[in-house]
């Protein structure tokens, strides 16, 4: 049976299952279910396919109502079920360079709402960081969320791999009067690092004062973050499973020595990363 096309996303270049999937807020299993697979590998996509982003079964009612004002006068009390996607529909992917003043500018909002969206607590964004412009990345619409929450026991993980075997030489929090937002774990350059999770690669590059990073989206909008690398050694859209290498520990950016500087952040915001490594 056919839906109509607010129960699709129509596939990009570039794009890939995973990353769709989570810009809609959707769990692997439904997302699955929907589109008759039943894992990431079976999902064979190009540009212009059409991937099930909304459960088929909520189409049955919105049929009737259609039908309706073909036969008879048209019945403008009925809400028009193609409205309601809209919600999760609209998101923005931050490039270099960008600000929440300019990415506000261009879509004609107001910084405080995409801080309020997205539950941010600063302007500070990052490089592949997805930003609702329209809707929240919550399953609840409005609802806020504080550091408490993020950090609350149904948030948090203990199965993360470990992503690079050395030392804690620097922790989360203030650091000389700045926010540090992750911890920095010094080791010998060239020592593997490794993917914490399972997951997609949304940046591989040079970031200003990062050096050499690698941002990793996972599922539940967690993202890792791994800077100062010598090499990295995965691409743009790369999947990664846990454990797997991604890169090397090096010095580049503002560094002192070779160390990772890892983050690891829910919905945008950075919380400390000895809440789920055990170090």
């Known amino acids: 049976m056919e839906l109509p096309g607010e129960y699709y996303h129509v596939v990009k270049a570039g794009e890939n299952p995973y990353r769709i999937s989570q810009n809609y807020g959707l769990s692997s299993k439904d997302f699955f279910a929907w589109n008759g697979k039943s894992s990431w590998d079976e999902f064979s996509i190009h540009p212009g396919d059409k991937l099930v982003i909304k459960n088929p079964a909520s189409h049955e009612a919105p049929v009737v109502v259609k039908e309706e004002p ?8 009925q809400p028009a079920p193609a409205e309601e996607p809209v ?15 300019s ?6 909002v107001t910084v405080e709402d995409l801080k309020t969206r997205n539950n941010l607590t600063s302007n500070s964004i990052f490089v592949g960081q997805t930003l609702y412009i329209v809707g929240t990345p919550s399953a609840s619409p409005g609802a806020s969320v ?10 948090i993980r203990d199965d993360l791999f470990t992503p690079v075997q050395g030392r804690v030489t620097s922790e989360f929090g203030l650091r000389r009067g700045r926010p540090h937002k992750g911890i920095d774990i010094a080791a010998k350059s060239g020592t593997p690092i490794y993917a914490v999770l399972d997951g ?14 690698i941002v990793i989206e996972h599922p ?9 690398n010598d090499r990295n050694l995965v691409a743009l859209g790369d999947e990664v499973k846990k454990g797997q290498q991604i890169a090397e520990v090096g ?6 020595g070779p160390h990772l500087h890892f983050e690891y952040r829910i919905k945008g915001q950075a919380i400390n990363p000895r809440k789920v490594l055990k170090l």
């Open 87 to 101: 919600v999760v529909s609209k998101t923005y992917k931050v490039k270099k360079g960008d600000t929440l003043y």
């Open 251 to 256: 010095n580049t950016g503002k560094s002192t």
């Open 220 to 228: 539940d909008f967690v993202m890792t973050v791994y800077a100062h």
């Open 200 to 213: 997609v690669v949304v940046f591989s590059g040079v970031q200003r004062g990062y050096g050499n990073v």
């Open 70 to 77: 073909q036969q008879s006068a048209p019945a403008p009390s």
């Open 103 to 108: 990415i506000s500018k261009a879509h004609g």
């Open 146 to 155: 504080t550091l408490s929450d993020l950090e609350g026991t149904q948030m």
